[in-house]
């Protein structure tokens, strides 16, 4: 056991371990105070047989804590300041001003627990220029994976963070530039969306065709494409276009939500990750308070979609409003655990499965040897309270503690 005073040090030495009363390892909990070795910036090695370690390891012992993979929020916006209604004031800010302010944001998401963040929507690419800070080791951030800005109809959604693109020609050769400049998920508004007016939620943005032109560029280039979808048809369309992932998935018409199955039913076959972008503070206000209705009922969809074998990803939108800022994850996982979901497929769909949907699944979003260490220590046990998620007793990044 290591006193409060030498955490700071403890993972200076070459190998050292952290214990804790059981561990989630991103499908299931165990108990028996497991051993996780850290060596550099990867997992060592977990051993759960509870035997004392060697006297000369360094050991950080957690006490009656559960360790868990970092988790892994796959929508965030670094960009968003939550409390800024407009956004589009960024159109005219200096780039320094919005990275100071993502490097803020990204600080917060790490204090919460979440070790990456899939950036959804930033301006001039900045998602990319953080991510690179951060795996240069420096500096301690999340992992980053990148979008870039969206892609999104002449003043269409989030059209102010520079993606717009009319037309098949122009779809693809603004898919070529975002690959050209590192992206690697390519991100398309296939519908209107609540922050941005001129297109309702509701209404598609582009033709399937044009979907189309966007998977087959990017899936040629290695990279997966996922539509923000509010509207029943441009989900439909997103589906038969072949993206590898749908957020927010609303199934919105025009004055409510109609669930298509046989949509849901093709997400099934195709294997479509569902951004399910369900997590808020419990309290505040709502950027669009005449949606809270329709987002209750989105909800109720997203149990039954679970049900017939969709794969829910737990997001945030972090950053899109006053009850969702960055960090906000954790209230996710709890909302989807009162869904349907039991405790366990909650906890794998911010960690195993969040992995999977962002192309990590190889090294992070389980508690392995060979992954990442990325991990968190949460009091008591989140398989009985969710809400234990709230209650973080440590962060390691990358084989580092994080000192908040
Ligand atoms: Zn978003």
Not at 172 to 201: L, S, Y
Not at 344 to 365: F, I, P, V
Request: hydrophobic residues 40%; aromatic residues 6%; glycine residues 12%.
């Amino acid at each position: 056991m290591v006193s409060s005073g030498g955490r700071r040090h403890i993972e200076d030495q070459r190998v050292w371990a952290v214990r804790a009363a059981r561990l989630f390892d991103g499908y299931a909990v165990r108990a028996g105070r497991p051993l996780v070795l850290i060596e550099g910036s990867r997992i060592a090695g977990v051993d759960m047989t509870g035997a004392a370690p060697s006297a000369d390891l360094r050991v950080l012992d957690l006490g009656d804590a559960t360790l868990l993979p970092g988790l892994i929020d796959s929508h965030v916006h670094l960009a968003f300041d939550p409390d800024d209604r407009s956004k589009q004031a960024m159109a005219d800010e200096d780039t320094e001003t919005t990275l100071t302010r993502m490097v803020f944001h990204a600080g917060q998401q790490l204090r919460a627990g979440v070790t990456t963040v899939r950036d959804l929507g930033d301006r001039h690419f900045l998602a990319l220029s953080l991510r690179d800070r951060y795996m240069a080791g420096l500096e301690m951030g999340p992992e980053v994976v990148a979008a870039g800005p969206p892609i999104t109809r002449t003043r269409g959604h989030c059209w102010f963070l520079g993606g717009e693109a009319d037309g098949i020609a122009a779809v693809e050769a603004t898919v070529r530039k975002h690959i050209a400049h590192g992206v690697d998920v390519v991100k398309i508004m296939a519908t209107g969306g609540v922050t941005t007016p001129g297109w309702g939620p509701h209404q598609s943005q582009y033709t399937r065709d044009e979907l189309a032109a966007v998977t087959r560029v990017a899936h040629a280039h290695g990279r997966p494409v996922t539509a923000h979808a509010h509207g029943r048809q441009g989900m439909a369309d997103a589906v038969a276009a072949g993206v590898n992932g749908l957020e927010h998935a609303s199934f919105f018409t025009e004055d409510g939500v109609e669930p298509d199955w046989k949509t849901v039913e093709a997400v099934v076959q195709a294997g479509i990750f569902i951004g399910a972008t369900e997590a808020w503070l419990p309290t505040g206000s709502m950027i669009a308070p005449h949606m809270a209705e329709r987002v209750e009922q989105r909800s109720a969809n997203f149990a039954r979609m679970h049900r017939e074998g969709a794969r829910l990803v737990c997001c945030s939108d972090a950053g899109a409003g006053p009850r969702k800022p960055h960090g906000v994850l954790p209230y996710g996982i709890i909302h989807f655990g009162s869904l349907g979901l039991t405790n366990t497929e909650a906890l794998a769909s911010a960690t195993s499965l969040a992995a999977q949907a962002c192309g990590l699944a190889d090294r992070k979003g389980s508690i392995a040897t060979g992954y990442d260490a990325d991990l968190i220590a949460v009091a008591g046990n989140p398989l009985q309270h969710l809400e234990t998620l709230l209650d973080i007793r440590a962060v390691i990044r990358a084989g580092r503690l994080f000192q908040s």
